[in-house]
């Protein structure tokens, strides 16, 4: 909204919804699709050789994590006071951080494929190094996907800032904001440092919080969308009239 109430631009915040609402469904898709790696390298390469849905799922990752960056972005020229626009665009660069190094991770894990399929047509002599190739890129992937996560936690953490701060954001949403941002840190904690496996049940925990944070902001979006702009005549006949009340103070 401007200094006067009146929306900016309807198709950008219509696009901003879009985008959010497919970004989580995408993510979602990936999710239920992706068909793992074991954690035992050679068993790893093996499925990895066979599998025909890994690098699909990537690239629903990849445009999961740009669709999700489109909809903040959004989201984040909503905010019209400037304490929390300060908040905002701060989480928005924390977003764009864990969005890039996701990105960045989904196409180290999507050449996978391609090293695994080199293993199986590999001599027997040689596929040793493609075994520790392949676990190699895997572990890389794998402290990406951390740099994206802590990044995507300090991002919930701003944004719920940004909200309580502008007024017009329920509470509740703010909160759900910081559970996913604690949950995505503990998740971090346990399972860098302490290697626990229970450090998943955070982390997807932070991850569907987060998504329900950003469904939310498209239901916003797009409400606030469909909002009918005041006739062109109501809009002077209110600017004369404030100039009229101005002039005669």
Do not use: C
């Amino acid at each position: 909204m401007d200094s006067k109430g009146r929306l900016r631009n309807r198709a950008f915040h219509r696009m901003g919804s879009v985008a959010a609402i497919a970004g989580v469904a995408a993510a979602l898709v990936q999710t239920a699709i992706d068909p793992g790696i074991p954690d035992d390298p050679r068993e790893a390469i093996r499925q990895a050789a066979d599998s025909r849905l890994l690098a699909s799922s990537r690239l629903l990752d990849m445009a999961a994590f740009l669709l999700l960056l489109v909809a903040v972005a959004v989201v984040t020229q909503t905010f019209s006071r400037d304490q929390a626009r300060g908040w905002a665009r701060t989480g928005l660069a924390l977003y764009t951080v864990s969005a890039g190094a996701g990105a960045i991770a989904t196409m180290v894990v999507g050449a996978l494929p391609d090293v695994a399929r080199a293993w199986a047509d590999a001599p027997t002599g040689l596929k040793a190094g493609y075994v520790a190739t392949f676990d190699a890129l895997n572990n890389v992937s794998g402290g990406i996907f951390a740099v994206s996560w802590a990044g995507l936690a300090v991002f919930g953490l701003l944004y719920a800032g940004a909200m309580l701060l502008e007024g017009t954001f329920p509470r509740w949403l703010a909160w759900v904001s910081v559970g996913s941002a604690v949950s995505t840190i503990t998740a971090l904690a346990l399972g860098l440092g302490l290697r626990l496996d229970i450090a998943f049940v955070f982390l997807v925990l932070g991850l569907w919080l987060s998504y329900a944070v950003i469904v939310t902001f498209g239901v916003r979006l797009w409400r606030t969308s469909r909002v009918p702009a005041p006739p062109a005549g109501r809009q002077e006949s209110a600017l004369l009239g404030s100039n009229t009340a101005g002039n005669g103070a």
